[in-house]
């Protein structure tokens, strides 16, 4: 097989603007909720595993993702952390959520006598980091149930008396979905 050598973004034509930074600062004031949503996985051995899950992600190649990733981290960390880096992966949420990453879902089941509207709980879910990449709209996907509650209590702290507008699903499908074989 041919080998191919690949330099940083100049080289292949490519800048993400201003990624590296952007993250780097995401990586260094880590908040509660929102985007991205960074995931560290700590080894015996000491090596890191890194996900960072980002809309922002959506036209950037996905062998520039681990490199903006990674300079992310050399900037936020420096280099002696950054090289404890064994996998760094970028998905987008649909990708994430097409993965089984992020199976919990938050809804905004509005009726009539309630006292917000779809508006106003559209913009908080978007504030509290739904993706606006699905073709459906906003869709506020989380990792575990424990995310999704609190997700939830934020949402209704924003929006006083939403509390039974929103509703927690989960996708199914899921390994803890599965049946146990019976044994015989």
């Not at 681990?66 to 090289?83: K, N, P």
């Not at 504030?127 to 990792?143: Q, V």
Request: hydrophobic share 40%; aromatic share 6%.
């Amino acid at each position: 097989m041919p080998r191919k050598k690949h330099g940083l973004f100049e080289a292949l034509g490519l800048r993400p603007a201003n990624l590296v930074e952007e993250l780097a600062r995401e990586i260094k004031n880590s908040r509660d909720f929102g985007q991205p949503m960074i995931d560290e996985q700590l080894f015996p051995t000491n090596a890191i595993s890194v996900r960072v899950i980002w809309d922002k992600w959506d036209h950037v190649p996905h062998d520039l993702r681990s490199v903006t990733i990674l300079g992310a981290y050399r900037l936020a960390e420096g280099e002696e952390y950054c090289r404890r880096i064994a996998l760094a992966t970028g998905l987008t949420v649909p990708e994430a959520r097409a993965s089984g990453l992020l199976p919990y879902q938050i809804i905004a089941a509005v009726r009539a006598d309630d006292p917000v509207t779809e508006q106003q709980c559209r913009d908080a879910m978007i504030e509290e980091g739904a993706s606006l990449l699905f073709d459906t709209g906003p869709r506020l996907c989380l990792p575990t149930e424990a995310d999704a509650e609190e997700a939830v209590t934020r949402l209704t702290g924003r929006l006083p008396g939403s509390g039974p507008v929103w509703v927690i699903t989960r996708e199914v499908g899921q390994p803890e979905d599965w049946p146990l074989a019976e044994s015989s």
